[in-house]
Each structure stands twice: as C-alpha cells, then as structure tokens.
C-alpha cells in the first residue's frame, strides 16, 4: 500500500482525553501511527504541523488564544493549501457555525461531545475525503488497551508483577513495575 494511501492528521486539543480518544478512533479506521500528531496548543501545532505536513488538521478552537484554531489553519493552509478541517468548540453559536462553514470546516462539534458524536463527524471527514478521489483506509477495530491501576497484578515476559505507576503520555498508556526501571507500554501486559 502505498504512502499516499494514509492521510496525515493534526490533533490540536489541551485535553490529553480528546486526543487520546481521536488517535484511536483514527487508528481504527487505518490510519498508521506515525500519521497521527497530537498538540495540546495552536504555537506548537503550527511548529509541528509545518515539518509533519498533515492533509487534515481537527482542532479546538482555542477562541482566547494569541493563536486560533482558525488562525492555526490559515496559516498551515498557506503551506499546504489541500488541509481539511474539523473544529471543536465548547462555544457554538451562529456566529462560530459561520465562520466555520466560511473557513471551509467539515464540521463543528460541540463539546462536550460523546465518543459517538466525535465518531461520526470523523467518519463523514473520511468519507468526504475518500469522494475527493482518496479510498477510505480500511475500518479496522483496535483491540482495547487492558486497563491497570497501581497495586494491580499483571504478567509481564511470563512473570506475575505488581503495577506501581501508571502514566499516560503521546496518547498511549504506560507502566512502571514494582522493582523494575524501564515503563513498559501497556498494551505487552495480560492482566492477571
């Protein structure tokens, strides 16, 4: 398959939960890993989005920042003129629907938002995209990372271990075993 297959998506969001959420959702549907950047401000997703060159950028709005959700995609949009856009907003109004349909949004959701709600405007941005002469990436189901709180018993490399901490970070959930040094991803323990 080849690289022009997978699209590249800019996640723009402060809380760590919507990223997270839309990595997986995006993982499920195809897309690879290393085509998934994930920002928690607009000034470090413009640095970013500038060397990673993503074709679809699902932001925040970020209406009290120096730097806009919508500001962040005009100036992105200058260097890669194809960027599609999705926005989040906990402030909808006719004004904000304006300015999105204006900026050439494909949707605007409305936070809170529900699991499914972000679900389906993702997969109406997948398929307007897959018109626009792109095939969809192929749906497939992610299994669930095992969830561990400290004091859990795990197997590890055959072994029983005690969970100690449990740190989430880059969208992808880690631990660190009582006695051992290293954070092992969460996804190479079987809970006991």
């Given amino acids: ?90 402030e909808v109004s006719p004004e904000r629907e304006r300015e999105a349909q204006a900026s050439g949004a494909h949707f605007l959701l409305k936070k809170p938002f529900s699991p499914e709600q972000l679900r389906a405007a993702v997969q109406q941005l997948l398929e307007a995209l897959a018109k626009q002469g792109h095939p969809p990436p192929r749906l497939l189901i992610a299994p669930p990372e095992p969830v561990v709180k400290p004091g859990d018993q795990v197997r590890y490399n055959g072994q029983i271990h005690t969970v100690q901490y449990v740190v989430h970070r880059h969208g992808a959930t880690v631990v660190q075993l009582k006695g051992q040094a290293a954070l092992i991803p969460v996804t190479k323990l079987q809970p006991r």
């Fill in 1 to 90: 398959m080849s690289s022009h297959s997978h699209r590249k998506f800019l996640i723009v969001d402060a809380l760590s939960g919507v990223q997270t959420f839309a990595r997986q959702l995006l993982h499920s549907h195809g897309v690879p890993p290393d085509h998934v950047l994930c920002c928690a401000d607009t000034e470090s997703a413009l640095a970013q989005g500038l060397s990673f060159k993503p074709e679809v950028l699902i932001t925040d709005w970020f209406g009290k920042d120096a730097l806009t959700g919508l500001q962040l995609h005009a100036r992105l949009h200058e260097a890669l003129p194809a960027l599609q856009l999705g926005l989040m907003s906990f």
